[in-house]
T-cell receptor
Framework: GAVVSQHPSWVICKSGTSVKIECRSL??????MFWYRQFPKQSLMLMAT?????????EQGVEKDKFLINHASLTLSTLTVTSAHPEDSSFYIC??????????????FGPGTRLLVL | GEDVEQSLFLSVREGDSSVINCTYT??????LYWYKQEPGAGLQLLTY?????DMKQDQRLTVLLNKKDKHLSLRIADTQTGDSAIYFC?????????FGQGTELSVKP
């Protein structure tokens, strides 16, 4: 149980284009989804937290207009990197959790999406 | 403040026990977690411990929590080459996870 998928698993795009990444909870309803960014050999950096049906809460230093997050249903959140540039190249990982889980605020992670902007 | 620290590397021989250590700073954490990340993959939840527990054992994994010293450890018994990965500890604060830098475990045959 508690499986989270991401699509695509990797994407290569040209500078200036927009890229959409999907995060799905497959066997549970996720009240909260999180988006992280990870640079090589580094820890995860939280970008934003999204709750179904409401606006995402972005961490300090993360551009809202650059990284658009939509959490339209209890099983799907999307991250759109708008006008991508080479410095946006990274590994993007989502996670999901649900209220009332006995283990508290446990997050279950997707497999990640590797973005390369040329 | 929020700060979780881990040593960056650990190397062990196959069959030995591995102990990965973690320190955290916020005593109000309710849950503490260990995640495993293999190359190019997401994070796999290994185990978690509630803050009022001292120890939790799950097959080859043993988690020890010293709340007074804010120290968390993960012991892997009979370490196998398949255990080679990066291990992250994390504390839960206000609905968010604060991660350590990750410990790269290398298991030599």
């Amino acid at each position: 149980g508690a499986v989270v998928s991401q699509h695509p698993s990797w994407v290569i795009c040209k500078s200036g284009t927009s890229v959409k990444i999907e995060c799905r909870s497959l066997d549970f309803q996720a009240t909260t989804m999180f988006w992280y960014r990870q640079f090589p050999k580094q820890s995860l950096m939280l970008m934003a937290t999204s709750n179904e049906g409401s606006k995402a809460t972005y961490e300090q230093g993360v551009e809202k207009d650059k990284f658009l997050i939509n959490h339209a249903s209890l099983t799907l959140s999307t991250l759109t990197v708008t006008s991508a540039h080479p410095e946006d190249s990274s590994f993007y990982i989502c996670s999901a959790s649900w209220e009332g889980a006995f283990q508290g605020e446990t997050q279950y992670f997707g497999p990640g999406t590797r973005l390369l902007v040329l | 403040g929020e700060d979780v620290e881990q040593s960056l590397f650990l190397s062990v021989r196959e069959g030995d026990s591995s102990v990965i250590n973690c320190t955290y700073t916020d005593s109000s954490s309710t849950y503490l977690y260990w995640y495993k990340q293999e190359p190019g993959a997401g994070l796999q939840l290994l185990t978690y411990i509630f803050s009022n527990m001292d120890m939790k054992q799950d097959q080859r994994l043993t988690v020890l929590l010293n709340k007074k010293d804010k120290h968390l450890s993960l012991r892997i018994a009979d370490t196998q080459t398949g255990d080679s990965a990066i291990y992250f500890c994390a504390e839960s604060l206000g609905g968010k996870l604060i991660f350590g830098q990750g410990t790269e475990l290398s298991v030599k045959p």
